[in-house]
């Protein structure tokens, strides 16, 4: 199902097809009179592509801004803390528009010439007009809910004339590239990743958001939750032309028959371009008494096509194993582990008895460099701590504890600005900005909504995120002092439940909002528009 944007022009299609001459007349006058209307509507200029205008204050491509993942925009000079009281609602949108999704948004919206791009849970992607909040295009895919957050729960990425998106789909997750001025697929793969677990048959997922690196689109996927010897991957996808160059699971098959597992790819990879390398965490391990190595780590990743390494995690940093610590890992050996691990039951949740507490890596991870120029990976880990390592050596190079270990904490992603992490730590719901060099505290400042999802973004002095009771959230990047604790309910006139991974894009001199969906379910979806008087 799609909407189209209305045609100024008539183009008969005449293949193989007498054309009369009254049909020819109908067709120039429909012609002329369009062209005039285009030429009218836009001031005598032709009328614009939708979706394909550079607009000034900046675009917001990709998930986290850029290939480092810093959720910063750093073209936007005009929103900062003293404009942050004065912001109006431009417009709202909902899916509650279209009664045949009303589902929720999950991941940060894309803004870029001119429109903004989300998919929903329940596998629609909408091209919305900046400016007005107009529908462009809207196209439903071929879906399965098999997913956290539903069918979509990435952002989409720009490529080229299109935008991809990942999508949990009926045989496994798959790619597709969308035109970015119409709708139409441009290309879209087969399920990239197909291979089951030893529990079920269940198709693998994604929770992903892509990027493109070296003309590649970078997706990654998961096994479901309870296949203990199922692992996550990712796999690489040639941007122009949809063709699956490379599929690697997170733990190599040889592992895996010996009964490793899980190390879902849930987030998006930061990627550095100068080195060819891209910084990926990775989740926990499934199967109850064994952890790989590739198991809560940040992975590094060879992209370049002229290595021997090409495709292939080449190091990896070690974060908190899934028992928190060394010594508590020794639960994982009691009998009352072993009787328990049992590949015939499914466990869809980690079994306490053996100590596990989930602690992926669900956080995104930022690239940035230290006061003297080394090149540093960042990522929080669902544990609490932030971890940072040197991308040269994956070697640690410092820790920050912003919170405790809880099954549905610190998977927030983070921002990187003004030589600050910017992070939000549970359960004691606050933001933190850590000095880059040691991870030292500049500042903690209250969210105080319970466990957080929502991602961090930041711009000309405000750090911004949106929360689970459903408000916009603005602090000085400087002190932490809080500008704006907005509800996106009066605005949307309508309650916004939002357990979700949802974000802020700032782009075009506007704050864009992404909001809806509560826990597993779904509610109805809100984009809203913030600018300065609107």
């Known amino acids: 199902m799609m909407n189209m944007a209305p045609s100024t022009s008539v183009r ?71 404009a942050v009281p004065g912001l109006k609602a431009a417009w709202v949108f909902s899916t509650g528009s279209n009664a045949a999704d009303n589902s929720g948004f999950t991941s940060t919206p894309i803004v870029y010439r001119g429109c903004v791009f989300a998919g929903s849970a329940n596998g629609y992607v909408y091209a919305l007009d900046a400016t007005s909040g107009h529908v462009v295009w809207q196209r439903q895919l071929d879906v399965f809910n098999s997913g956290a957050g539903g069918a979509i729960t990435g952002a989409g990425v720009v490529d080229g004339p299109g935008i991809v998106f990942l999508v949990s789909g009926p045989k496994g997750p798959y790619a597709v590239d969308l035109d970015r001025t119409t709708g139409a697929v441009i290309w879209k793969t087969a399920p990239y990743a197909t291979g089951a677990g030893t529990l079920t048959q269940a198709s693998p997922l994604t929770n992903a958001s892509p990027i493109i690196a070296n003309g590649l689109v970078v997706a990654g996927y998961s096994a479901p939750e309870g296949q203990n010897s199922g692992s996550g991957g990712f796999a690489l996808i040639n941007a122009g032309s949809g063709k699956i160059v490379k599929v690697t699971p997170t733990i190599p098959p040889a592992d895996q028959a010996k009964g490793y597992g899980g190390g879902g790819l849930w987030s998006t990879p930061a990627f550095d371009p100068a080195s060819g390398y891209l910084y990926w965490g990775a989740g926990n391990p499934y199967s109850k008494q064994m952890e790989h190595p590739y198991t809560n780590a940040i992975l590094k990743i060879d992209i370049d096509p002229s290595r021997a390494t090409f495709g292939q995690i080449v190091a990896s940093y070690k974060g908190n194993v899934d028992q928190y610590s060394e010594t508590l890992q020794e639960l994982s050996h009691t009998p009352a582990c072993v009787a328990s691990d049992n590949p015939s039951v499914p466990s869809t949740f980690d079994d306490p008895v053996c100590g596990q507490l989930d602690l992926d890596f669900g956080a995104s991870a930022n690239l940035f460099t230290l006061s003297n120029g080394t090149q540093m990976v960042g990522d929080l880990q669902k544990s609490g701590v932030y971890h940072v390592a040197r991308t040269d050596t994956m070697k640690p190079a410092w820790t920050a504890l912003i919170g405790g270990t809880c099954f549905p904490c610190n998977t927030a992603s983070t921002a990187f600005y003004n030589n ?51 408000n916009l959230d603005a602090f000085d990047a400087s002190s932490g002092q809080p500008l704006a604790h907005r509800p996106l309910a009066a605005d949307a006139s309508a309650p916004v439940p939002n357990l979700t991974s949802s974000g802020v894009a700032i782009a075009e001199h506007g704050v864009f909002v992404a909001a809806g969906g509560l826990g597993y379910s779904t509610s109805t979806g809100y984009l809203i528009a913030y600018r300065p008087g609107s």
Do not use: M
């Open 420 to 470: 600050s992490v910017y992070a939000v730590g549970e359960p004691e719901d606050s933001l933190f900005s850590l000095d880059r060099d040691a991870g030292k505290a500049n500042w903690v400042s209250p969210v105080g909504d319970g466990p957080h999802y929502e991602s961090v973004s930041a711009a000309n002095g405000v750090v911004w995120t949106v929360d689970n009771a459903g």
């Open 12 to 82: 008969p299609e005449g293949r193989g097809k007498r054309v009369t001459g009254t049909i020819r007349l109908r067709l120039a006058v429909a012609f002329v009179l369009g062209a005039v209307w285009a030429l009218a509507s836009s001031g005598g200029a032709a009328a614009a592509t939708p979706c394909s205008s550079s607009v000034a204050g900046g675009d917001w491509p990709v998930y986290g801004h850029d290939a480092a993942n810093t959720r910063t925009q750093p073209d936007e000079h005009g929103i900062g803390p003293s």
